[in-house]
């Protein structure tokens, strides 16, 4: 199915999807907690936008969630009165997840050396993120590389009370 979405030139697909929350709580694989997320991240509060590793497999795949919280502090600025998640935070948010799966697939980086999210190609925001919703990513690896080699293109959605699956970016 990867391969009938035209990705053959990406290495790592990102898909942000909706899902059950009873599939959420009764998953077989592993998860990280935010003590884990700390040690493989070097991003700290307010800028760690992951708050939980739901499940992931080594070399395979990674899913990850934000809890969108009124109490950001971007949102005293974006918007006073209309708070409004920014979406470099969003895509930040899907190059951190990415990076955790990186990490668990080829390794931490040495001591010293940081990555650097370079660029996104071809995103969109159909819907705005507001306080309140849940976004889950899910970061395929299609091969295992070392980080330089690391290409993404991201597809989006966010889970917000009764609200159904809408794009965020494409």
């Not at 991240?41 to 936008?49: A, I």
């Not at 590793?53 to 009124?70: I, T």
């Amino acid at each position: 199915p990867v391969a009938s979405m035209g990705l053959l030139q990406a290495v790592l697909l990102l898909s942000f999807s909706i899902f059950d929350r009873k599939s959420i709580l009764t998953t077989d694989t592993h998860t990280l907690h935010i003590e884990e997320i700390l040690e493989l991240l070097p991003h700290r509060y307010p800028f760690l936008l992951v708050d939980r590793v739901l499940d992931f497999e080594e070399g395979r795949f990674l899913r990850a969630v934000k809890n969108v919280s009124v109490n950001e502090p971007f949102f005293q600025g974006h918007f006073p009165g209309k708070p409004i998640l920014p979406g470099v935070l969003i895509l930040e948010a899907m190059a951190q997840a990415t990076g955790i799966l990186a990490f668990k697939s080829v390794g931490k980086l040495e001591p010293g050396e940081l990555y650097y999210f370079a660029g996104i190609d071809e995103a969109r925001f159909k819907r705005p993120v507001v306080p309140g919703d849940q976004m889950i990513w899910k970061s395929l690896l299609r091969k295992p590389s070392r980080f330089d080699a690391f290409q993404r293109r991201c597809a989006g959605g966010r889970e917000s009370g009764l609200r159904s699956n809408d794009d965020v970016c494409p």
